[in-house]
């Protein structure tokens, strides 16, 4: 979503800030922009809807080059006010104080229609722009910026991560956040804020992460923070471990194809000093989790997209594992819903980012729960606003991943999870010695497996080519099959614009099966389990109406050949926790090859933002 970067420093910074933007690309947006304080004490802005390509041009092409040493950018995903020049980011007022904004000011329309009164004349349709009135309003009472910021900030209800410069205060920034994320990144340069690490890696490795409703004010040489309640705090600086060749495309074309080649040593790294040769270390849960998986006696997942899917597979393993009651549920129903929250639920937040929002919400409001429950985040971003909020906490260790569709960091969940099944099976007294060192020793050879099934790679392009011309496919499969079916499903819409749509087998005569044609293919995953039986029946209805079907089988299935059905032998004798996590491989790599097919933006989709900051 939106993206945040600025700074102060000694020299010209906007090459620094455009190339804080590039790196903030990934995060989804429409339009860019970038406000800088120039020699003359001026904000001089330039604006573009679209690529920050376009607004380098933009800015190449300018008569009275944007020079300056301190200055704010943005990417903007619309939410308030479509993509366009007027909405986009820094907003000026008066000439006299800029901003940049992620978040939603939720009441922006009462706000407006006060400064309105005032006389502030509005010059875009977004909620962000109340902000920079506020602080210049708040500005008239004050010969401190940053207490003008932190006036202005008081009227705000929703969340924001703002970046604030002024004309009268030069060599100063204002950062702070609520509800959306933003860092400092500090160097022998000069000071930076942005709102994630990789937009400043070129630039610093030394961060800051501010905490809710901490204030900063930055200039050259100094970074002083003020926590919610107005005192000056010291916040540590952590030096990020973020190598640049994992944030670079090295050999391959896109990053989706990178991370989906990345995982068999995400997944070793997801395992490195978490499990033995036999066990899993319920330690690496936190050292109060062998306590409190002793002690829960129901498990509430929630999350959002592809980690709700994994979520959706962990049911299985946990009720069939650690013989506890599970629910999944998507977080932005979660959050509104009144739901029954039992005494000893473990609630588990799913995340790669750890700041979607609405995940973010939901664990934020059952903590105000008063019934006993415990939290765990599962997350792959170690600063990020889940983990703090969790009491138990487990990171995934994938790697920054970059591609707008979620693939190492499924897996890696995923691997996580089933560590989490067998952890809280061993201390509920659920599972034997035996079945654990089965579980490890499937888990051990996974990075294995999955290396040779990535080699099936030149076998999927040949299957994409035949979704050249299609608009709907279907995927099926049943018990834990049908979560990934599900995840095929949204990988294939969410970056070819294919109409997907995954549907446990056994539902099929219950209405899909009246979309099945000719020009419908049909993609079913086939392990060899005890339900193997109903997904070959289920195939025989399908062949009936002459569609063209994929089937990902476990060898040892034997599934039949029929008319119009290509079978691609995925792996052989899986268990029930390796099986999801192998047949997930051939369904990043289908819609990852059609997406090429189509032509489309494989990393970047359009409408599409890899972290949901706002609702
Ligand atoms: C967005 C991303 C998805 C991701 C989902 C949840 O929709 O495009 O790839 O699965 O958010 O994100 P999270 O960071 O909480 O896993």
Redesign the pocket.
């Known amino acids: 979503m939106c993206g945040i970067v600025g700074g102060v420093c000694k020299n010209n910074i906007t090459p620094i800030l455009i190339d804080g933007l590039e790196h903030l690309e990934y995060r989804g947006y429409d339009s860019a922009g970038v406000v800088v304080l120039d020699k003359n004490n001026i904000l001089s802005r330039a604006r573009s809807v679209g690529k920050v390509a376009n607004l380098k041009k933009n800015i190449s092409h300018r008569k009275i080059p944007l020079l300056g040493s301190s200055g704010i950018a943005h990417t903007r995903w619309a939410t308030h006010g479509e993509p366009s020049n007027r909405n986009a980011h820094p907003h000026i007022c008066n000439h006299s104080v800029s901003i940049v904004h992620n978040g939603i000011i939720e009441n922006f329309l009462q706000l407006k229609t006060q400064q309105q009164a005032q006389g502030y004349n509005f010059t875009s349709d977004t909620d962000t722009e109340v902000i920079v009135h506020a602080i210049h309003q708040a500005l008239k009472n004050t010969n401190s910026l940053l207490t003008a910021t932190q006036k202005a900030i008081k009227t705000f209800i929703g969340a924001y991560g703002i970046g604030v410069i002024s004309p009268q205060y030069p060599g100063h920034i204002i950062a702070t956040r609520s509800g959306s994320p933003l860092i400092i990144g500090v160097s022998k340069k000069g000071n930076f804020i942005a709102s994630d690490q990789m937009a400043l890696l070129n630039i610093t490795r030394d961060f800051i992460f501010l905490e809710e409703g901490d204030i900063a004010d930055i200039t050259l040489n100094s970074v002083i923070i003020y926590a919610k309640n107005g005192k000056q705090v010291r916040r540590q600086i952590k030096t990020s471990t973020l190598k640049n060749q994992q944030i670079s495309l090295g050999k391959y074309k896109h990053y989706m194809q990178k991370e989906i080649f990345e995982q068999p040593q995400a997944i070793r790294d997801t395992l490195e000093s978490r499990i033995t040769k036999k066990t899993v270390l319920v330690s690496a849960f936190g050292h109060r989790a062998k306590e409190i998986f002793k002690t829960i006696k129901h498990i509430q997942i929630v ?5 709700y899917h994994a979520g959706l597979v962990a049911k299985y393993w946990l009720e069939d594992i650690a013989k506890i009651a599970t629910s999944v549920e998507v977080a932005s129903e979660y959050r509104y819903r009144k739901p029954v929250i039992l005494p000893h639920t473990l609630f588990v937040t ?7 929002a609405d ?1 973010l919400e939901a664990l934020k409001a059952i903590k105000k729960h008063r019934s006993k429950i415990y939290t765990l985040t599962i997350c792959n971003c170690v600063e990020s606003s889940l983990i703090r909020e969790s009491e138990l906490i487990f990171l995934t260790r994938s790697g920054p991943e970059i591609s ?3 693939t190492k ?1 499924f897996t890696t969940q995923l691997v996580s999870l089933a560590l989490l099944s067998v952890a809280i099976g061993r201390c509920r007294g659920q599972i034997s010695r035996l079945e654990e060192t089965k579980i490890v020793s499937g888990l051990n050879r996974l990075p294995g497996l999955i290396a040779k099934t990535l080699k099936q790679e030149g076998q999927i392009i040949k299957l994409a080519k035949t979704f050249k011309d299609k608009f709907n496919a279907l995927f099926l499969g049943r018990g834990s099959m049908h979560a990934i079916a599900m995840e095929g499903a949204l990988k294939l819409k ?1 970056i070819s614009y294919i109409h997907a749509e995954a549907y446990p087998a056994g539902e099929l005569k219950h209405g899909p099966i009246a979309l099945i044609d000719k020009d419908t293919p049909v993609i079913a995953i086939a392990p060899n389990d005890e339900l193997l039986d109903k997904l070959k029946s289920n195939l025989q209805e399908i062949k009936s109406r002459g569609s063209q079907m994929i089937v990902f089988e476990d060898e040892s299935a034997q599934v039949t050949p029929m008319k119009s059905m290509t079978i691609v032998p995925t792996t052989t004798d899986l268990g029930r926790i390796t099986a999801p996590i192998i047949f997930t491989i051939p369904l990043q790599l289908l819609s990852y090859h059609v997406a090429l097919i189509k032509g489309t933006n494989v990393d970047r989709p359009r409408n ?5 900051t706002v609702e």
């Open positions: 999350a959002c997209g592809t980690s799913i995340s790669q980012s750890g700041e979607t995940t707008v569709a979620s960091a969410e599409l933002a890899k972290s949901v």
